[in-house]
């Protein structure tokens, strides 16, 4: 073979390695490391779109988030890790002096029910039974439960209207008759045993009395000893504008607009020797007319 036959042989054969290796990596090789590439792509495409998705996610976590700081720093109440009955016993015996109305303040016995445990908090049950308070001192006793510093849940109520008459006034007294059942919450949670937004109750006014009668069933009958009571008066004298009647021993001078028990003198007549008065009893009005007994005077 001569020199000139073996180089094309040699020249031949590294065009066709050449070819043939070009052709694989163009018609096997290439494609596949394309498709690689185009998945490798599509998966950094999806992480693309997953971190987009998470940093709306982070957006809302922080929103939430500083929604829930928000709430926690203006919360009013405190809870505190456990609850001792003796410390109850204080603040509710706080909750009475608040409540103090015209010198008096809710009276009732109170007796422990039992412990409840629900995972990191609970609550203490108290039971508080023959209350005695006007509206106005129950009104803000409640006040205070719901807006005090401690965590309190009434859980149950009952009220009931009562009437009583004041031995030295005569005048009838209305009142409520209540027991309540309430919980004091306790969290074994450290931070919310304090509250930065908490602060002292204000002075609070009780709204009109839904309780009060517009008509009293206890009526005294007897008037207080510096009254007039002109069912037990004897007219003596009328003349214009005023008359005389006697009180037991007490000769007395009556004139238009004067004040007796329960009423006030509303017409004098000296033509039929008549008192007449305007008397309140109970909510009930009526007029009461008092004249000179001329039979008793001829006896």
Do not use: C
């Not at 720093?73 to 410390?87: G, L, N, Y």
């Not at 309540?180 to 709204?207: C, G, N, R």
């Not at 005389?244 to 007490?250: M, Y």
């Amino acid at each position: 073979m001569s020199f000139k036959l073996r180089n094309t042989v040699v020249l031949a054969s590294l065009a066709f390695l050449i070819s043939a290796g070009g052709l694989i990596y163009w018609k096997w090789y290439q494609p596949r490391k394309l498709k690689d590439i185009a998945k490798e792509m599509q998966i950094a495409d999806q992480k693309i779109n997953d971190m987009a998705g998470l940093l709306q996610k982070v957006e809302e976590l922080d929103a939430q988030y500083k929604d829930v700081k928000r709430k926690y720093d203006s919360r009013s109440k405190e809870i505190p890790t456990s609850d001792v009955s003796s410390q109850t016993y204080a603040y509710m015996s706080r909750g009475q002096d608040e409540a103090m109305t015209n010198g008096e303040f809710p009276k009732f016995d109170m007796s422990f029910e039992g412990a409840h445990q629900i995972g990191n908090y609970g609550y203490n049950s108290y039971r508080l039974t023959s209350g005695i308070a006007d509206f106005a001192a129950l009104y803000k006793f409640i006040y205070y439960l719901e807006n005090g510093r401690r965590l309190y849940k009434i859980r149950d109520i009952m009220m009931s209207q009562r009437e009583t008459i004041d031995q030295d006034t005569r005048e009838t007294k209305s009142y409520l008759e209540f027991t309540m059942e309430l919980d004091a919450y306790f969290s074994s949670i450290d931070v919310l045993a304090t509250s930065l937004a908490a602060k002292s109750l204000t002075v609070v006014q009780a709204p009109f009395d839904p309780f009060r009668p517009l008509v009293l069933t206890a009526v005294a009958t007897e008037a207080p000893p510096n009254e007039i009571d002109v069912n037990r008066i004897d007219i003596k004298a009328v003349l214009p504008g005023k008359a005389f009647a006697l009180a037991g021993d007490e000769l007395i001078l009556l004139h238009v607009g004067d004040k007796v028990w329960r009423g006030s003198v509303t017409k004098i007549d000296p033509t039929k020797s008549s008192v007449e008065f305007l008397l309140n009893e109970g909510g009930l009005f009526k007029r009461l007319e008092k004249k000179i007994n001329f039979e008793k005077r001829k006896r």
